[in-house]
């Protein structure tokens, strides 16, 4: 394409000077005229500097090359194309809907109007661009798809799925048709129908049981157990040894200790894979965090080091361990489950974020340091790596430090309000470790203003920083508040000697 323009180019460029030139046509000498040689090389010169990016000058030599040719459709399409790369929504429509009246024949300009027209929120009006495409070119399946997710994103799910069984009348049941309706399905809540199109999918491909296993992951997805459990029956008469499939047809009925006990030989086993152990294990975490009984959390924890040793180097083995420990209570053995993790895939932040709220919780701020340090050099935009750091930074008597970091971190805590309160407390008290007792209470009252009258720590915190200040009965009243959302022996001896 870019040696035809400048060919063209040249062509115009080296015209005789007389009235006319000569020119192949057809293979054929003929006489061009030199307006049409003029015209040509005006068009050409809007191209060239659309081309090189310099859209303004394009801007230009589009709309002089368009006073004397206003029928020319590819030169309104260009003129869009510029237009569109100037962010000028409003032209780029303008110019893109002349150059489909000038060409109504040519699907490249309908395409370029309806990718306009998305982007600018008008997916209803790309719609109707795009069924108008499937009428004019119904052997494209790729206009079908369109049509089906533009119907979609403006709130037509039923036109959406029509597109799709057209599209299903050219191509047959695929992937594409299949997974696109179920997705559709799956949001209007039919999910009998949800359920049906994955059917289809694995009827027509009956090898691929990854398929039959989301019909019966889609079914646990919504308490179907029975459901369920059938499916993963007909996928263990089709392979036998599916271990994901083994695992989920175990009898559940009885207690949890006897069903954990029932899992340790599959566990036990290297061979079974280990995402279908850990989809067995994933409903005692919530259970855990509620309280069970020792026998039931002493087989949890048999099943994590049968994983770890059936799975040494899958990072996902241990940090599955790491948090059945966590929620155990035994942090020092979730600790090194987590390094271990993290030596095999630092990647994974929800490990670190564990990681730092154990340090914290013991109170090892050098290592909480150290630890955050390095979260901060692997996750650059996770703001609890740096409110973590600005604990340490605190603790280990350096607040400068401290506020520096926790301000990055104010930036990146977005729209999560106790994570936001709980960096804004972390900074009250790193201006109290820098004794400055006027910028503290003043960060606090603001605080308090908004949003920390129901944060026990900013509480609590106002009433040090009052105390500090020598206004023991405000600071007490303070002190109070907190004792009330959150009592704890420090804050009552707060409270009972009127002072830190």
Request: hydrophobic letters at 40%.
């Amino acid at each position: 394409m870019y040696r035809l323009y400048f060919l063209l180019l040249v062509i115009a460029l080296t015209a005789s000077a007389s009235l006319t030139a000569q020119n192949t046509l057809d293979g054929q000498a003929k006489i061009v005229p030199e307006d049409e040689v003029n015209r040509q090389s005006a068009f050409i010169e809007a191209e060239r500097e659309r081309l090189l990016g310099h859209f303004e000058k394009a801007e230009v030599q589009y709309k002089k090359f368009l006073y004397d040719n206003g029928d020319n459709a590819a030169a309104w399409y260009g003129l869009a194309r510029t237009y569109a790369e100037m962010k000028d929504n409003v032209n780029a429509l303008d110019a893109a809907a002349k150059a489909v009246s000038k060409d109504p024949g040519n699907q490249w300009y309908s395409i370029f109007q309806a990718d306009l027209l998305e982007s600018v929120g008008q997916a209803g009006d790309a719609a109707r661009i795009y069924a108008d495409l499937t009428k004019r070119f119904p052997e494209i399946p790729e206009f079908y798809e369109r049509l089906a997710y533009l119907e979609v994103l403006s709130g037509n799910p039923k036109e959406g799925l029509k597109a799709l069984d057209q599209l299903e009348k050219i191509t047959g049941v695929t992937e594409v048709t299949a997974d696109k309706k179920h997705v559709i399905y799956l949001g209007m809540g039919n999910i009998k129908k949800a359920a049906d199109e994955l059917e289809k999918l694995a009827d027509t491909y009956p090898n691929r049981l990854e398929y039959r296993h989301r019909i019966a992951e889609l079914y646990d997805s919504v308490g179907d157990k029975d459901a369920a459990r059938k499916v993963y029956q007909d996928i263990l008469r089709r392979d036998p040894y599916d271990s994901v499939a083994q695992i989920a047809v175990l009898e559940k009925s009885g207690s949890d200790l006897a069903y954990l006990n029932s899992l340790k030989p599959y566990f036990k086993d290297p061979n079974i894979a280990l995402d279908g152990k850990i989809k067995e294990l994933l409903p005692y975490f919530e259970k855990m965090s509620k309280g069970v009984d020792a026998s039931v959390t002493e087989v949890l924890l048999e099943l994590a080091i049968l994983i770890e040793t059936a799975h040494p180097d899958d990072p996902k083995a241990w940090s599955v361990s790491g948090d059945l420990f966590y929620y155990a209570d035994k942090q020092e053995e979730a600790l090194s489950r987590y390094r271990t993790c993290i030596r095999l895939n630092p990647g994974v932040f929800t490990v670190w974020e564990n990681m730092l709220a154990i340090l914290y919780d013991q109170k090892d701020y050098d290592a909480l340091l150290e630890t955050a340090e390095q979260a901060m050099d692997a996750f650059p935009n996770q703001a609890p790596a740096y409110y973590y750091y600005g604990i340490a930074a605190t603790e280990k008597g350096d607040p400068d430090d401290a506020l520096a970091q926790l301000q990055q971190a104010t930036l990146m805590a977005g729209s999560d309000k106790l994570l936001w309160l709980n960096i804004q407390d972390q900074i009250g008290l790193a201006l109290l470790r820098k004794n400055d007792l006027a910028g503290a209470v003043s960060h606090f009252e603001q605080l308090v203003k908004n949003g920390g009258e129901n944060h026990p720590g900013i509480l609590e915190h106002m009433g040090d920083a009052l105390s500090q200040q020598g206004e023991s009965a405000k600071a007490t009243d303070f002190w109070q508040k907190a004792n009330r959302l959150a009592p704890s022996p420090k804050l009552q001896q707060k409270i009972a000697t009127g002072k830190l």
